[in-house]
T-cell receptor
Framework: EAGVAQSPRYKIIEKRQSVAFWCNPI?????LYWYQQILGQGPKLLIQ????????DSQLPKDRFSAERLKGVDSTLKIQPAKLEDSAVYLC?????????????FGPGTRLTVL | QKEVEQNSGPLSVPEGAIASLNCTYS??????FFWYRQYSGKSPELIMF????GDKEDGRFTAQLNKASQYVSLLIRDSQPSDSATYLC??????????FGQGTILTVHP
């Protein structure tokens, strides 16, 4: 079974530029998550999708971050414009149903450096 | 108070010893508790989950949960150098939102 795929793996941009990340979850998984992991910290949930609807985006900085999951499969996360403090690893995860007992499977992440 | 707290370490144990990793959480409504391992530069991978009070064993790993004390721990028996990693405690509420602790760095030295 193929795991969660993400691209690109690395990205370096200048502040105020825009950037987009792509995620393809495990086949059949209804729930998709985007996390931000700053060096030395645990992952922080940015947004959770159930199929193509948003379940939780309370920690998404909506003035600069946006995410979509068209057709309930692939998802993109965009940052526009980027700030220095956005430098982090962006992790995508998926789970079968999204319930409290579901296991989340993580992709390899995209390491973003904002200069 | 942080929602999920872990001692950031580093925790250093000799090879063959028992490593004990601890985690406390603030939300009494938390339902599920997960331990993830994260090697440097890699993404988190699930080690164990536990839902009920008590102990749960899987090979060299034992998870312990005490909901009254809002405390969950992970014991690693016969620690190996390959166990050296950051261990993340994560807690879910009702709809699967995972809240992570900051992680504990474990070093197992030969």
């Amino acid at each position: 079974e193929a795991g969660v795929a993400q691209s690109p793996r690395y990205k370096i941009i200048e502040k105020r530029q825009s950037v987009a990340f792509w995620c393809n979850p495990i086949s059949g998984h209804a729930t998709l998550y985007w996390y931000q992991q700053i060096l030395g910290q645990g992952p922080k949930l940015l947004i959770q999708f159930q199929n193509n609807g948003v379940v939780d985006d309370s920690q998404l900085p909506k003035d600069r971050f946006s995410a979509e999951r068209l057709k309930g499969v692939d998802s993109t996360l965009k940052i526009q414009p980027a700030k220095l403090e956005d430098s982090a690893v962006y992790l995508c995860a998926s789970s079968p149903m999204g319930g409290a007992t579901d296991t989340q499977y993580f992709g390899p992440g995209t390491r973003l450096t904002v200069l | 108070q942080k929602e999920v707290e872990q001692n950031s370490g580093p925790l250093s144990v000799p090879e063959g010893a028992i490593a004990s990793l601890n985690c406390t959480y603030s939300d009494r409504g938390s339902q599920s508790f997960f331990w993830y391992r994260q090697y440097s530069g890699k993404s988190p991978e699930l080690i164990m989950f536990i839902y009920s009070n008590g102990d749960k064993e899987d090979g060299r790993f034992t998870a312990q949960l005490n909901k009254a004390s809002q405390y969950v721990s992970l014991l690693i028996r016969d620690s190996q150098p390959s166990d050296s990693a950051t261990y993340l405690c994560a807690v879910t509420a009702s709809y699967g939102k995972l809240t992570f602790g900051q992680g504990t760095i474990l070093t197992v030295h030969p």
